[in-house]
């Protein structure tokens, strides 16, 4: 009888903690929107000539210190018509270790004087455990370790550009042409990417307005429209976003010597019902070129 307790205990616990997972998902890191575009799209791999390193951090403030934590390391060279790059994504998420490991490649083909397009490709491995000490229970019990486990994936991505308009197009979680069955490593329920950014000032002062539309399996697409200025020869920068999940984004950035790239930004939810289980989420973003 004590054992089909504690089991039922598990058993809402881990379903809660899954569902937090899944709705995390709704709220991406701020830092693919300007910062770091290789975070969604592979095919931005070495898009800036040389070694690029990108750091992020995100803490959705649930009330709970430490329960919902994401963090992204990127790293990218991109060396003539070739972009290379790894990443590695790790979220805590209450019981829940989930990590995300890949490598990517891309390949840039030169359309006009200005106009470049890239195509590329990821894959890797997701995880996702249970951490076994924040469990107060018996010991052996062999539910936590059905939640012990890993599944191959892989993202496919295009992405122009040119002077003013970037165009990025990217199919996420190729898990799909591997595994025969639906695979959840209750982290990234992605189902596509398509973004458009023009800017529509050049001089003093630089505006570059963006829109993101994203699929969400189980969940209504999601519409990101917001805008990036930048000031002071692109030294500074502001940004705001209006994301239809109900919530909203703002955030500033700092450009030191066009080589350490610096972002802050906080998100926070205009729905009654969401600010019942969040406040919002804090993000610190880094990029650097260490070829300049």
């Known amino acids: ?40 799209n592979p095919a931005v791999a070495g898009k800036i000539q040389g070694l ?41 998420d209450g019981l829940l270790n989930v990590n995300r490991f ?9 359309t006009s004087k200005t106009g470049n397009l890239r195509f590329g490709l990821s894959a890797g491995i997701s995880t996702l455990k249970i951490n076994t000490n924040d ?9 936590p370790a059905q939640y012990d486990d890993y599944v191959f994936d892989g993202d496919l991505g295009a992405y122009y550009s040119d002077e003013k308009l970037s165009l990025s197009a990217v199919a996420p979680n190729l898990r799909n042409i591997i595994y025969s069955e639906n695979v959840s490593d209750g982290y990234n329920y992605s189902t596509f990417y398509f973004s458009a950014a023009y800017q ?7 505006l570059t307005p963006k829109v993101l ?21 692109d030294k500074f920068n502001l940004l705001a976003f209006y994301h239809s999940s109900n ?41 650097v070129n260490l070829s300049k």
């Open 102 to 110: 890949g490598a990517s490649y891309a390949y840039n083909v030169q």
């Open 247 to 287: 919530s909203m984004s703002f955030g500033m950035g700092f450009n030191l010597m066009k080589k350490y790239q610096m972002q802050a930004t906080y998100s926070l939810p205009i729905n009654s019902n969401l600010k019942r289980y969040t406040y919002g989420a804090v993000e610190l973003g880094i990029k």
């Open 213 to 233: 539309y994203r699929g969400i399996d189980g969940y209504d697409n999601v519409i990101d429209v917001g805008v990036n200025a930048q000031f002071a020869e």
């Open 200 to 206: 529509v000032l050049d001089g003093p002062v630089k």
């Open 135 to 143: 469990i107060i229970g018996e010991d052996g019990d062999v539910l």
């Open 52 to 92: 690029n390193v990108g750091l992020s951090y995100k803490n959705n403030l649930t009330g709970s210190n430490g329960q919902t934590v994401g963090n992204t390391i990127t790293l990218d060279y991109g060396m003539g018509k070739n972009g290379f790059g790894v990443f590695v994504n790790t979220d805590k």
């Open 1 to 40: 009888m004590k054992r089909n307790y504690i089991n039922y205990i598990y058993f809402l616990t881990l379903l809660f903690f899954v569902t937090t997972a899944t709705k995390a998902q709704v709220s991406p890191p701020m830092s693919m929107y300007y910062l770091n575009e290789y975070l969604y």
